[in-house]
């Protein structure tokens, strides 16, 4: 599974962007689909995660105001990210997990990341 994230940019306190993550190859409905971010100097932190049930969690930051999704048909996960704050600045990383029960026992693959960036 090859993943390509995009949507990230500049935008200000208050605004919102909408992260997209289209995947090739593979059976994208297999898969669980989530989003993570890293911001300088800090590590990685999931920030969102769809599953192919389509339940969701988020992290406590961002309840409330992001919203996971995704599109099956299309291959494609989203995050919309609403009332964005200077601490929401990251590169995010879109994931695709699906676990087996055979080695190995799992597949994790990683899209590119794209910056986000919140100013005050």
């Known amino acids: 599974v090859q993943l390509q994230a995009s949507g990230g940019g500049l935008v200000q306190v208050g605004g919102f962007l909408r992260l997209s993550c289209a995947a090739s190859?593979?059976?994208?409905?297999?898969?669980?689909m989530g989003w993570y971010r890293q911001a300088p100097g800090k590590e990685r932190e999931l920030v969102a995660v769809?599953?192919?049930?389509?339940?969701?969690n988020y992290a406590d930051s961002v309840k409330g105001r992001f919203t996971i999704s995704r599109d099956n048909a299309k291959k494609t996960g989203y995050l919309q990210m609403n009332s964005l704050k200077p601490e929401d600045t990251a590169v995010y990383y879109c994931?695709?997990?699906?676990?087996?029960?055979?080695?190995?026992?799992?597949?994790?693959?990683w899209g590119q990341g794209t910056q986000v960036t919140v100013s005050s």
């Open positions: 994931n695709a997990h699906r676990e087996r029960t055979v080695l190995p026992l799992s597949y994790d693959y």
């Open positions: 190859g593979g059976t994208f409905s297999s898969y669980d």
């Open positions: 769809i599953r192919s049930d389509g339940s969701a």
